[in-house]
């Protein structure tokens, strides 16, 4: 039931764009976001519940298709402070707990 | 609000030593949750308490490790005997939600985590 991430790994330059995804082979009833610096916990970033919502927080968002079973993650402009790995966490439904993706490393450079 | 605290933060053992972690919730947090984290991979969930009981221990390994959640409050993780495999960071999280479809009660926050090598 973990969701899978893609890309695994990208490389932007401050400023950039980048869109991270996740997908499920199960239903979906949230997907959560998190950011995990290097040596640190993960932080939540956003939740989005079903009803193809879209959130932002600063200036990342993020979109939920509960047809498609996925959601995207969006981070524009980026700033150096974006580095980090994020994961995805779905809830499925039942027990209220989380599947967390692989993961996406993200590296900002100057 | 004080978040969640975990002890120690690194532990260094021998292969078939014993080990405990410890973990502190948020306060009001009815679900505490344990997972494993391997270098490069995401969080696996171990086991999930809510409030005394435990909602989901399928993913541990029972012949080596226990947890347990003490009147409701803090947790405790237990690895007896490590293996060489067990080399991971160990996070404990927590959570509002009590139990069924969470949605926003099911928001985790993290603990520091435990970094665990076994030599």
């Known amino acids: 039931q973990q969701p899978v991430q893609s890309p695994q790994a990208v490389i932007l330059r401050e400023g950039e764009d980048a869109v991270i995804n996740c997908s499920s082979s199960?239903?979906?009833?949230?997907v959560h976001w998190y950011r995990q610096k290097h040596g640190e916990a993960p932080v939540f970033l956003m939740i989005l519940l079903k009803g193809g919502e879209q959130k932002g927080h600063d200036k990342i968002s993020a979109s939920f298709n509960e047809k498609k079973q996925q959601s995207s993650l969006y981070l524009t402009a980026s700033q150096l402070s974006y580095s980090g790995t994020y994961f995805c966490?779905?809830?499925?439904?039942?027990?209220?707990?989380?599947?967390f993706g692989t993961g996406t490393r993200l590296t900002v450079i100057p | 609000e004080a978040g969640v605290a975990q002890s120690p933060r690194y532990k260094i053992i021998e292969k078939r030593q014993s080990v405990a972690f410890w973990c502190n919730p948020i306060?009001?947090?009815?679900?505490l949750y344990w997972y494993q984290q391997i270098l490069g991979q995401g969080p696996k969930l171990l086991i999930q308490f809510q409030n005394n009981g435990v909602v989901d221990d399928s993913q541990l390994p029972k012949d080596r490790f226990s947890a347990e959640r003490l009147k409701g409050v803090d947790s405790t993780l237990k690895i007896q005997p490590a293996k060489l495999e067990d080399s991971a960071v160990y996070l404990c999280?927590?959570?509002?939600?009590?139990?069924?479809?969470?949605?926003?009660?099911?928001?985790?926050?993290f603990g520091a985590g435990t970094r665990l090598s076994v030599l």
């Open positions: 199960k239903a979906l009833y949230s």
């Open positions: 966490g779905t809830e499925n439904g039942g027990a209220n707990n989380l599947f």
């Open positions: 999280a927590s959570s509002l939600s009590a139990g069924g479809l969470g949605g926003r009660l099911n928001i985790q926050y």
């Open positions: 306060s009001g947090h009815a679900t």
